[in-house]
């Protein structure tokens, strides 16, 4: 009886060792097929039907730390042109052999702009397309930043756009409350999330950004962006200190010609012997409208010894032309290119915001360069012509 029963447990073990064998295999087998994620985007629409095809246009991102911010644009506008088609509501888009901006279109809606090396993988679910909502996980996009929403909150009040609405005092105090928070941000943030916070920063903020960047952000996606920021903004600081060293040395001003609302160009040279304001603006500038009460009272009071220039930068002509009329400006009315065509400079001046108000005495020379709307440059043109 004992013989039989111990080979009833020799059976009973073998016949588990069995069981375990075919399950290990099962599992290896499980293993070895299950799918791998693949590097690229994976796209999947959730929010009802889906668009047929997505466009994607992918170009490389530039890798010289010197560009500066023009050159830099004219860079990324470059690149291939993809069709995909999209079925069951989704669409996998290959990555690039090197590192790039991918920028997805779903029916004429530009969904988003990411960026990507050529080993990593995104997931970007999206909800209504038309309305670019849409969740974007994955690679440089799996760091957090540290208090953004507090940061998108702040940023949305000092956005060139909204500054209209501020006084000089709240400007200083929200600049103030943005430095501080760019500490912290900085000081917290794993470079890919720091220097992704720093694009999206008005050019006013960008050096402040640059200079706390933390150790490693020179190998992230968005570096070179920054970078190329950053130099155009010194190179306008540069330009600036150039004007200033031409109000030491009360060196004549270059020839500026421009368009006028005619159609014809206009030479400011020809306007020697009388006071010449310049008055660097543009359509959406708040302050730049707030200021110009102020100056049709200057026109009028010195109109014997004063000629006002008007140059809106980069508007549109019927904009342009559309808004001299409804606001009534009297003066000589030029239009001319964005600053940011031309270096940071209009006319051969830096134009790092709006507006800026240069003074050029009658015989041709530059006696003051004012950025921002202040009363202080009433007062020192009234100081400048007793």
């Known amino acids: 009886m004992r013989k039989v029963k111990s080979e009833n447990t020799y059976m009973h073990l073998a016949y588990i060792l069995v069981l375990l064998s075919i399950a290990s295999c099962a599992t290896s087998r499980k293993t070895a097929i299950k799918p791998q994620v693949l590097p690229g985007i994976d796209i999947v629409f959730t929010g009802g039907e889906a ?21 830099y644009y004219e860079a990324i506008d470059f690149g291939r042109r993809d069709t995909y088609a999209v079925k069951d509501g989704a669409v996998h888009i290959f990555p690039d052999s090197i590192p790039s901006e ?26 209504d397309f038309s309305k670019r909502d849409y969740t974007l996980t994955g690679g440089i996009y799996s760091f957090d930043i540290p208090h953004y929403q507090e940061f998108l909150k702040l940023k949305s009040k000092l956005f060139s756009l909204s500054r209209y609405k501020l006084t000089e005092q709240e400007l200083d105090s ?15 943030s794993h470079p890919e999330a720091a ?14 950004a640059y200079d706390r960047l933390p150790i490693g952000s020179e190998n992230t996606l968005y570096y070179t962006n920054i970078r190329a920021r950053q130099n155009s903004a010194k190179r306008s600081a540069d330009q600036e200190s150039m004007i200033n060293a031409t109000l030491e040395t009360s060196a004549p001003v270059p020839e500026i010609t421009l368009n006028s609302l005619d159609g014809q160009t206009f030479n400011v040279s020809e306007l020697r012997g009388k006071w010449v304001i310049l008055d660097f603006w543009v359509s959406w500038c708040g302050p730049c409208r707030r200021g110009f009460d102020k100056m049709k009272k200057l026109y009028a009071d010195y109109s014997d010894r004063l000629e006002i220039v008007g140059i809106a930068c980069g508007d549109q002509t019927d904009t342009w032309r559309s808004l001299v009329n409804e606001l009534e400006l009297p003066w000589r009315n030029l239009l001319a290119p964005s600053p940011r065509a031309h270096d940071g400079t209009v006319a051969g001046f830096p134009v790092p915001a709006y507006p800026t108000k240069v003074i050029i005495d009658p015989e041709g020379r ?7 709307e202040t009363e202080d440059f009433y007062h020192r043109f009234e100081n400048m012509v007793k």
């Open 51 to 71: 668009p047929d095809s997505v466009w994607v246009r992918v170009a490389p991102l530039p890798t010289d730390t010197c560009m500066f911010e023009k050159e």
């Open 102 to 127: 991918y920028r997805i279109v779903c029916d004429n809606y530009l969904l988003t702009s990411c960026r990507m090396r050529s080993s990593e993988h995104l997931d970007l679910t999206v909800g």
């Open 174 to 188: 929200l600049t103030h409350e943005m430095h501080l928070l760019l500490d912290k941000i900085m000081a917290e």
């Open 195 to 208: 220097t992704r916070v720093a694009v999206l920063l008005d050019e006013d903020f960008v050096p402040y």
């Open 366 to 372: 530059l006696c003051d360069f004012t950025i921002g």
